[in-house]
């Protein structure tokens, strides 16, 4: 008896080290995820909004790059302004801004923004894919459709690709992924918005962009703790890119690494980099960028 107790014991123990090992890896994987998003801007501001309106600041953050690449300046045709590309004047104002001017303050714009979707969520029994579509196309014409239009689903497909970036350790789909679907029936449980709610400014389209996955498996193999090693890490290349707003600081970051990593991608990683470019490059998407991915596919052909 004593010999059985000790094998159990045994097999107990080794799948608690298992276990223990398995959390500590995913404990420094997402600390390393965690240091690397720190190096985005205004994220204390994107950190205190979501602390106050009871947001994933992730997303809050997701969006902000889907809608502006993070440039704090950035006035579209439509007149909305800033981080999160708050319409001028009726949202804003509704959200509570005096002038136009103030919308230029990256931590207002970004507390207007999670005040608007903190708003959506709770008129649409906090579904984040009703409440971000919303925020797209307009409360109004939401509730009109019997399903999120097209350009909303392309529009929470980026956000998506975001999140995947930005939690590279498998948590980037968390956000919609475990809600239901849009439905007729899911649209029509909202109570009335008022129409004098405009939906937030509308970024131009982009191609359908897939998830990002994990490091290319085209990665050589370098020295331990060699932190300057070429890799595919893409997420690395969006912080890298979007850590500036200044259009030349942007397209110099991205070139630079596109020049040292490039090389260790496969092609499907560089078809993801090229979708990404009008996303996080912004005022600096050029031709010289486009030219330089297109060699790198060329060249992993």
Not at 94 to 107: D, I, K, M, N, T
Request: aromatic content about 6%; charged content about 25%; some cysteine.
């Amino acid at each position: 008896m004593k010999n059985g107790r000790c094998q159990k014991l045994d097999i107990l123990g080794v799948i608690l080290l298992i276990s223990l090992e398995a959390t500590y890896c995913l404990s420094k994987e997402t600390f390393a995820s965690a240091a690397m998003r720190s190096e985005l801007p205004f994220q204390h501001c994107f950190e205190r909004a979501a602390m106050d309106y009871s947001l994933d600041p992730n997303w809050l953050t997701a969006i902000s790059i889907v809608e502006s690449s993070l440039n704090p300046e950035a006035i579209s045709t439509s007149n909305a302004i800033g981080l999160m590309q708050i319409k001028w004047p009726i949202t804003a104002r509704h959200l509570g801004a005096q002038s136009r001017e103030s919308l230029f303050e990256p931590c207002f714009n970004i507390r207007l923004g999670g005040k608007y979707l903190r708003e959506l969520l709770d008129e649409f029994n906090g579904n984040k894919r009703l409440a971000a579509s919303a925020y797209y196309i307009g409360p109004t014409r939401l509730k009109r459709e019997k399903k999120i239009p097209k350009e909303a689903l392309r529009y929470l497909g980026k956000i998506e690709a975001q999140l995947a970036f930005l939690l590279p350790e498998g948590k980037g789909a968390l956000s919609f992924q475990n809600e239901s679907g849009p439905t007729e029936s899911t649209v029509k449980m909202a109570s009335k918005i008022s129409t004098r709610q405009p939906a937030v400014g509308l970024g131009k389209e982009t191609e359908t962009i897939d998830r990002v996955g994990k490091v290319s498996s085209k990665t050589p193999a370098y020295a331990k703790g060699d932190l300057e090693a070429p890799q595919c890490n893409l997420s690395r290349l969006q912080v890298s890119t979007l850590k500036t707003h200044e259009p030349l600081e942007r397209e110099k970051n991205f070139l630079s690494w596109l020049e040292k990593n490039s090389s260790t991608c496969g092609r499907h990683d560089l078809v993801k980099i090229k979708n990404q470019i009008p996303v996080w490059l912004g005022a600096a998407d050029t031709k010289k960028v486009r030219a330089r991915v297109d060699d790198a596919l060329k060249r992993s052909s």
